[in-house]
């Protein structure tokens, strides 16, 4: 089955700053990643996602990449602020057959003011 | 809309007793999922269903069961709770077979003693 694999765990940077986390994944049929946020205590939330037939997108503040060959995507947060602190999942699916999502374990990001 | 909802937030058991947590959408999705969130080791899916009538196992199904009767209500039952159980489960939703964002709960803290 798929594996994915994110690092850092936790990451701290101080606000303004540039904030990045990294997936990899090991199946090679996975075309859909999403990245979801989840403050303390909330549900978790979708925030961006990318299909495999895209390597970049955009929106506001976030930005995702993705390189197929190596099988790994990136999570981009620019110009942190105090309430990008939360945990951040990435997944990746496969939408052939049944749709299953596997996630990664988290990054804790907290930004100090 | 109230979405996905989930009941009870909060339950202590003690090891060997029974239980349902019950998720509601009111989204018309056909599929319905269960996660249990553990520290450091992201979402693992329990159980999944397609559509009404419906349930397959995910990643981690040992020690529970579900039962999908009415497409807008997905339960998940402990027979015999064991403290490895102690968890927050979430349940989630999403309306098509690809490329769609999952709507998750608020979650279900159970304590198990």
């Known amino acids: 089955g798929e594996n994915v694999e994110q690092h850092p765990s936790t990451l701290s940077v101080q606000e303004g700053d540039s904030a990045v986390i990294k997936c990899t994944y090991s199946d090679s049929a996975s075309n859909y990643f999403p990245w979801y946020k989840q403050e303390l205590g909330k549900r978790p939330q979708l925030i961006i996602d990318?299909?495999?037939?895209?390597g970049e997108k955009k929106d506001q503040r976030i930005a995702v990449t993705l390189n197929k060959t190596a099988k790994h995507f990136s999570l981009h947060i620019t110009e942190t602020q105090p309430e990008d602190s939360a945990v951040y999942f990435c997944a990746a699916m496969n939408s052939g057959g049944y749709q299953k999502v596997t996630f990664g374990t988290g990054t804790k990001l907290q930004v100090i003011p | 809309n109230a979405g996905v909802t989930q009941t009870p937030k909060f339950r202590v058991l003690k090891t060997g007793q029974s239980m349902t947590l019950l998720c509601a959408q009111d989204m018309n999705h056909e599929y319905m999922y269960w996660y249990r969130q553990d520290p450091g080791m992201g979402l693992r899916l329990i159980h999944y269903s397609v559509g009404e009538g419906t349930t397959a196992k995910g990643e981690v199904p040992d020690g529970y069961n579900v039962s999908r009767l009415k497409k807008q209500n997905f339960l998940l039952g402990l027979e015999s709770a064991a403290p490895s159980q102690t968890s927050v489960y979430f349940c989630?939703?999403?309306?098509?077979?690809?490329?769609?964002?999952?709507?998750f709960g608020p979650g279900t803290r159970l304590t198990v003693l």
């Open positions: 989630a939703s999403s309306s098509t077979l690809s490329y769609n964002e999952q709507f």
């Open positions: 990318i299909r495999s037939n895209v």
